[in-house]
């Protein structure tokens, strides 16, 4: 569970207290409460924050140390290894260590981006904070929504890169640390390919990476006999993680499936399946629209960044519900992006066949959202100030140059893997699952697992039109060949039925109404002629609308901390 905690450096705060009475930075008395703070057994090195870590056992026998807390197992490793203790310690963690010989603070962030932590500056402070709207609470310190953050949010539905949405506050990325006075940035780890044996057969590989998922999967298990819980879709991804939880854990396994009605299309034969294959005592929540409308604004005052995805506010109810059952919830992120699924083929198309447009511009198209619609969404003021601004195709190229990574399709992975991982959807797991009291974990998103697909053959993550071709090899013996070989078609909300009923008044009054704080930004007649289903092609209009909808509830829920 993620204990937000607030520190500063380099100034005063009056509503502060001193942090391990060293004088140099201090963490809010009533953010902190609940976090733990360790230091090394030389009492150079103290450290505050959240460390969850999959190989403690490990580490602690190769220091010759006993069991500790894992806050407490990271100062130890800290103070003989420095910042590439990040490198070393596996799991999730989002922490700031302060040096007491030399009066300076490390804030460092793990590998794969399951925790989050930001920063920023006022006057002769630099505050830091593991959640973005604690620092956004402070008097002063930000309050100006930052234009170039908006496009890119209008562009993926979230925001990517270490940008946030408030105007000098930044994100300190995966793998990064950053140490105050100075603000110097390094690198502890960062995602690179492995040699592959283009000629290994798949099952190989298959067998290979299924040891490595099993890993992931028995290291984020409770204890013997706890209960855990897994939010199943009934895809590929949560299927795999519900029917390894089964296997190796020894307590009751949950599983949690949402729908959004019998008159909508929904996954329930598939993910009743899995949970009758697997045994699990499996729960089931309907989510009509009336349900979503009145719990949009709790779910997004929990988010960091907005999130435009209309899955948002099901994953956050399905977690209230699951906290009724479980600790700790599993689920099946991290598939997609590490393993060549959906949206790669036709991105790789496009690498082959496109001859007027830049990768980077075919990637952000390939959102769907609005990357298409920014010239009559936008205000005219809006567009001259991003006239000046950096150009988002600037943010993705280095990761289509070949410099990163040499393949093309790893290539798609890795700013998959890197942007919407760390930004999206881990953020959000990370956020919900707190909200609710539970510790959410990522098993495909394990740094191991990752690491391990970028040294498989890309042709066995995505075989001609296979995608996944080895994920699916590792789970032959665990699923139905129905689960293994389905067409991949994701949770469809019905978004587009729901402008056009429930929520279209809602909407209107929201995004057109007189205290609409989007109005600032978009074109009102753009806005109108959406909801009102004219132009364009309508299947796309509920997203759309769902985009601009999140934003405009997420700034008025933001308003709520300051």
């Not at 502060?16 to 201090?26: A, D, E, M, N, Y």
Request: proline share 5%; with cysteine.
């Amino acid at each position: 569970m993620s204990n937000a905690f607030l520190g500063s450096i380099g100034g005063e705060s009056a509503d502060s207290l001193p942090f391990q009475g060293t004088g140099v930075w201090r963490c809010h008395a009533t953010a902190f409460a609940g976090s733990e703070v360790a230091t090394d057994a030389s009492g150079r090195y103290s450290i505050a924050g959240e460390a969850l870590l999959d190989n403690a056992s490990t580490l602690a026998q190769s220091l010759g140390l006993p069991a500790l807390p894992h806050l407490a197992l990271l100062a130890e490793l800290y103070q003989r290894y420095g910042i590439a203790a990040g490198r070393m310690a596996l799991g999730m963690f989002a922490v700031a260590v302060h040096d007491r010989d030399h009066d300076t603070v490390t804030l460092m962030r793990d590998g794969v981006g399951a925790r989050t932590m930001y920063f920023a500056s006022q006057g002769p402070s630099t505050w830091f904070a593991s959640r973005l709207r604690t620092l956004h609470a402070i008097p002063n310190l930000s309050g100006q929504l930052s234009l170039t953050a908006l496009r890119r949010y209008l562009t993926c539905a979230f925001v990517p890169g270490s940008e946030t949405s408030w105007e000098g506050i930044s994100e300190l990325d995966p793998g990064e640390s950053i140490t105050f006075p100075g603000g110097k940035r390094q690198l502890f780890w960062r995602l690179e390919e492995s040699a592959w044996d283009d000629d290994e057969p798949l099952e190989i590989s298959a067998a290979r990476l299924r040891g490595t998922i099993d890993e992931a999967v028995r290291d984020r298990l409770p204890a013997s006999g706890e209960p855990v819980g897994v939010f199943l879709s009934g895809g590929l991804d949560s299927s795999l993680v519900t029917a390894l939880a089964a296997k190796l854990h020894s307590g009751p396994v949950h599983t949690f499936s949402i729908h959004f009605g019998k008159q909508h299309r929904s996954e329930l034969e598939f993910s009743d399946l899995v949970a009758q294959h697997c045994g699990t005592i499996h729960h089931v929540l309907e989510l009509p629209a009336k349900t979503i409308m009145r719990r949009l604004h709790d779910t997004h005052a929990a988010l960091d960044d907005p999130i435009g995805d209309p899955l948002t506010t099901p994953n956050s109810l399905v977690g209230e519900l699951a906290a009724q059952h479980v600790k700790v919830v599993l689920n099946g992120e991290g598939g997609d992006p590490c393993f060549g699924g959906p949206k790669n083929s036709p991105m790789l198309l496009h690498r082959l066949y496109g001859e007027h447009e830049s990768f980077s511009s075919a990637y952000m198209r390939s959102f769907q959202k609005c990357f298409d619609d920014l010239d009559s969404l936008l205000l005219p003021e809006v567009k001259r100030h991003l006239l000046t601004a950096e150009p988002q195709e600037t943010l993705f190229e280095p990761y289509f140059s070949g410099e990163l990574m040499s393949d093309g399709l790893n290539q798609l992975m890795h700013v998959n893997t890197f942007f919407k991982g760390a930004s999206h959807i881990l953020t959000k797991v990370n956020n919900l699952t707190s909200a609710n009291g539970l510790i959410g974990r990522s098993p495909l998103f394990d740094r191991r697992v990752v690491e391990a697909s970028f040294g498989i053959a890309p042709r066995h993550k995505l075989a001609a039109a296979t995608e996944k071709a080895v994920l699916k090899a590792a789970s032959v013996d665990l699923l139905p060949a129905s689960i293994i070989h389905r067409p991949k078609s994701g949770m469809l909300v019905p978004v587009q039925y729901w402008f056009r009923n429930e929520l279209r008044g809602y909407a209107a009054d929201m995004l057109l109404g007189k205290q609409a704080r989007t109005s600032a930004y978009f074109d009102r007649r753009t806005v109108k002629s959406w909801i009102n289903y004219r132009g364009g092609v309508w299947p796309r209009h509920g997203v759309k609308l769902w985009l601009l909808l999140a934003l405009e509830i997420w700034l008025r829920a933001q308003e709520d901390t300051r």
